[in-house]
């Protein structure tokens, strides 16, 4: 596809810079300070608003930004050059230098910027490849085309990975649930009996703690389960134990002629040692330009999604991110909610040097999306040197941490209300709820009472309250956003996914990092297998080792 005018002007020579070398930083640290007790007002909750995308709303009004703060952050955004490099991920660059490797997780989902090519092969044309045939298989197996080794049709899947092979889909898929069992929109109305409705169950098995695998294996029928197996590298090790610990038990299955490899298919990069195995009921591929934790709108969380729900609910899963990255390339931050989402965070951490960001869903689907953030946010933006390994002299990634409400309220918003650290919040809430079944009890229902607990929250944590004993004292002043829609529907779920990988990304650029690698994790692995090896290792190493029998 060629760029178009507009898209052309993106294109050049970029500066990269450390934030502190960027002017409107210090007129940042030099700018009035907002007190949210002294601005929040009706007016402003309905002005600080920005639609992303597929219905869904960002609301700032209880972030402690003036229009000054937001005319420097637009200035910063200018000054750190992120939209012309948002531009070149989307054009195929180099963004991840630490591994000489492009960032392409948007080509999975969209159709911006011109068609990428490596090694002459058109990477466009082959994400979507692997999505065609991921929908042809899932079919198959929903069409009782493709079945278990003793004849009978799959109705369960098992995602078998870690990381990002498990988080991201893992939470998807738990998002996505409860409405696609129960809205007829889906499961019966029109598209009844064509894509629509939940197609199988999921389960899922991440943790090398054989009691993982144990449980969900003790739940499942081995004649009627299809496993994933997915590894990007084809070489983690909590990944690689848990297919043997598969294999086993379907071989220990009593069911007569039941072939283990063939109720197992496998997602992987072409690259990955587990590529060149034919023994796989089918194989699926990304390739390296996709990370880990970026991977969900690929073959990583389209295999799972698709086989779940069918392929239909995957693309409208997939237009919504793409609706999100459309929208995350507009220049004005007031119009664009991932960037100024990304600013306001950038904000807090490095003006107000606010240490934690806590993700706060009022909806039970999102249970395991701060998980999934988690991930995407620490691993991506949890780094002390710069794009060019030098280190830098201010804060990254904030620590990321969150719960459904209204379960947290009842946990550790004790902390946040009078605790000495201020921590931001990221409110998520829906007018509907996922399910069909709602109860009227004391004159409200339970989706009422669970919306009216997180404004409640918004206002108590913005606002405070005075009272003379010091420990009934709420000082207020305690900063929030609200994400919302209408329903948490498939296309509204891909833009919050989509929303929060170019927020994260959008950081990690004002910061001037690589937030596409992850080296930290390495020296864990590293000292694991000299464990496990009986290798040469510290000796207090050593001596924790025999604490724990191993
Ligand atoms: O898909 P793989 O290669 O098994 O990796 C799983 C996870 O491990 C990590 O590399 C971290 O250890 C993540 O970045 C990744 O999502």
Redesign the pocket.
Known sequence: MEPTKEEMALTGDRTYQNLDAAPAYAELKNAARVSLKDVLNPDRVAACQVGTSAGLQYNYAAKPVSDHILDLLQQLSEQQELIPKYWDILSGETMNPGENRKVLHHLTRGQLAADVLHNERNLRDFYAEQQRRIAGFAEQVHAGTILGSTGKPFDTVVQV?????DLGPRAMYLALDTLLQNDPAYAGGTRSGTTGGRKMRAEFISNVDPDDAVAVLSRIDPETTLFIL???????QE?LTNEAFVIDALAKSPAQGLKPRKHMICVTSETSPLAASDEYLDSFFIDDFI???Y?STSAVGGALLSLAFGPDIFAEFLAGAAEADTAAIEPDIRKNAALLDALIGVYERNVLELPATAVLPYSQALSRFPAHLQ?LDM?SNGKQVNRDGEPVAYPTGPVIFGEPGTNGQHSFYQLLHQGTDIVPLQFIGFTGCQGATDLQFQSSTSQAKLNANMVAQIAAFALGQSDSNPNKNFPGERPSSLLFADKLTPKVLGALLAHYENKVMFQGLVWNLNSFD?EG?QLG?VLTKQVLGGADMHPALAAFAKLMEI
């Open positions: 990975g870690i990381g990002g092979s997915v590894s990007k590298s084809g070489t983690t990944t990370g880990g934790r991977s991930q691993e992850q994790v692995k």
